[in-house]
């Protein structure tokens, strides 16, 4: 016996079958994303929508911009309720979640100068080895890959798990220093101009420090697309030209005078083994800071 629905019955049928098939392909393709756990987040979301225009799969962004810490941040990537977040890789980060090993920085993030209180100068400026700098007290975030870093090579590191507050810690008093990658500390002086803070003039510290990408261990087609859309990027030049025309990086350029600082190397014991050090498109080289490294054969894997 054939038996013939009402158009009205089809019809919501029709409407739920879309919404099973439909709403969960675009719950995955939403980016939840916290944008104000530090400095880095708007030249880190450039990147990403860089990276995401370069591919054929669309994507979304749910923004949150509270302040939570690092730690927090972490963590809400790790148990999912959040997708993405930006950091200094270390091994311990690649245990809980999943990088994208493409260094936004190009390393940049590793060449440390200092925030200090203007009142601290001259006493930098009498530092002549790695044993006067010993004598100096650096302030980091709890969780950063860089307070183990620093903490390895013998100085003395206080913690906090608020970022901002290390710039009034500083301040006060509480540290000798706050160790910046070179690229950040002018913008982030421009954001406090209630703390009479200053960069230091003469010191620099320089260790491998890839900053990236992390996703949640499963999200593997998010860390797939934007790896792939990251190295087309490097192949065509747009992100070399998206490094180079960033105000902080340009503030390097134009402020940080790299090439008369007295530099102390330090070893990153806290480097995966995984860090793509042999791939020389991905790093700039800071004796020509300003020119990107040559670019080398990206082999692109289709979609």
Not at 13 to 26: E, H, K
């Amino acid at each position: 016996m054939n038996i013939t629905l009402p158009r009205k019955v089809i019809s919501v049928a029709m409407i739920f079958l879309s919404s099973i098939w439909i709403n969960p392909l675009s719950a995955q393709t939403i980016i939840r994303v916290n944008e104000a756990t530090d400095g880095n987040g708007r030249y880190a979301m450039q990147m990403v929508r860089l990276a995401l225009s370069k591919i054929d799969t669309r994507y979304d962004f749910k923004i949150d911009s509270s302040e939570v810490s690092q730690a927090r941040n972490i963590a809400d990537v790790a148990e999912g309720r959040a997708d993405l977040l930006w950091a200094a890789t270390n091994q311990e980060m690649e245990d809980q979640l999943l990088p994208i090993r493409i260094p936004l920085y190009k390393g940049l993030l590793g060449h440390r100068i200092f925030i200090i209180n203007p009142a601290s100068q001259v006493r930098f400026d009498r530092v002549k080895t790695f044993a006067d700098l010993k004598s100096f007290s650096f302030g980091q975030g709890t969780t950063w890959a860089d307070s183990n870093i620093l903490a390895s090579n013998g100085l003395t590191v206080v913690r906090t798990n608020k970022y901002q507050s290390l710039f009034y810690m500083v301040d006060g008093g509480r540290f000798d220093a706050f160790p910046r990658g070179v690229q950040e500390p002018w913008g982030e002086l421009q954001s406090h101009p209630d703390l009479p803070l200053a960069v230091e003039k003469r010191i620099m510290l320089v260790y491998r420090m890839p900053f990236y990408l992390f996703t949640t261990k499963a999200n593997t087609k998010l860390a797939s697309d934007l790896e792939l859309g990251l190295n087309r990027a490097i192949a065509d030049g747009s992100f070399d030209r998206v490094f180079l025309n960033d105000p902080m990086v340009k503030d390097v350029l134009e402020k940080a005078n790299l090439e008369q600082r007295l530099v102390f190397p330090l070893d990153n014991p806290t480097l995966p083994k995984e860090t793509p050090v042999e791939r020389p498109e991905l790093w700039l080289d800071i004796d020509s800071l300003g020119k990107p490294a040559p670019a080398a054969m990206v082999d692109m894997v289709a979609e």
